[in-house]
């Protein structure tokens, strides 16, 4: 086995924070020093530091990391695993850490830190923002094999700063090993972030194991793997919206259907009315104030209600309308008067179902079945 290569990370103090860098010179190479030529190796400040002041808890900081990622201001640097780092504590399974750019560390310091740390930022790192204006978005990863500046390693116990930034530095910049972070504790976010690499991968299986089975898959198959795979892509992007959270599920519903599996045997039509059920159910607040609000408004009429379906339509869920107006058999297709002629029933049951009794019809049954 190879011999343990122990690294320090130069650290910046900018206001209350001690920031850790590393430079990225290419996607498979790394220094730890900034070349006296200025060459273009880009800059990239360790996410641990830069949420260490946050109200971010620790256990949350992946997916912090990862939804910067996916803006191109965030990356999760692979190391070999004959590296270690003074002062970070890594499982020998997940030699990774996250970093960001110059760019992702003023998107941090403007929506996270405090004012001060702020002007700090500001003051410390705009001419390197300026410098680093037009680089390319990070990738969401770099796989790291090889460090262009050996003579900045240590395969001891201990390193020293690089030359280049000892002046940036001041004496509460050298941190114990001990107390520093610690990606090795349960309640650390180290744990979550292998499972996140090891979830990334089962799906570039399953991705590619899909991709060599489309030919075998039928042609009524195939569009409902399109919209589900146009759903994931949206939602990878965080760009979901209802109606394509909708089209999923009820291409999804269709396809069972297709399958021949009925109504009273679908767990997937089961698992959808028990979800529908809570949605309904934590919505009864939000009816019962509009309830007393409208009997507050029409106190003095009660036996002059509006009709039924405008009733029904003012103090209940479009989706609780629909969902009984189809369950009655009252499609779109349906004439207005047909639908109309059924709204009392309809609205009486909305009105049982959601515990909130505003007709007469609906006070003399509930008393009725009290009683009973």
Known sequence: MSDITYLTLPTWTVGSLNIRLIYLVNKTTFRLSESPNKDSAVPLYLGADLLSNTDIRTENHPRCHAKFAKKGLATKLHFP?????????????NNSLWFYSVQGLFRIAFEMFNKHDQLSVLERFQDIWKSH??????QMGYDLSEQSDSASIDPGPRTETPESFKESQTPQDTRGDSTDHDYCSSENPAEEEEEESGAAASLRHKVQRLSDGLP?????????VHVLLDFIDRFARGDVTDAAAAEAVM?????KRRDGDGVYSSSLLGGVGRWLGRQFHEANGSISQKVEGFKEQHIERISDLPPPEELSRQLFPDAMLGLLLHWMGL?????????????????LILEFANHNLITGVAHVLYSSLICK
């Open 81 to 93: 695993s004959v590296y270690r780092f003074h002062g970070i504590r890594l499982p020998s399974s």
């Open 133 to 138: 204006l037009d680089d390319d978005p990070l």
């Open 216 to 224: 075998q898959i039928r042609p009524e198959q195939l569009r409902t």
């Open 251 to 255: 291409a999804l519903l269709h396809a």
């Open 331 to 347: 499609s779109e297709d349906w004439s207005a008067a047909k639908r109309n002629s059924e709204y009392p029933i309809l609205l």
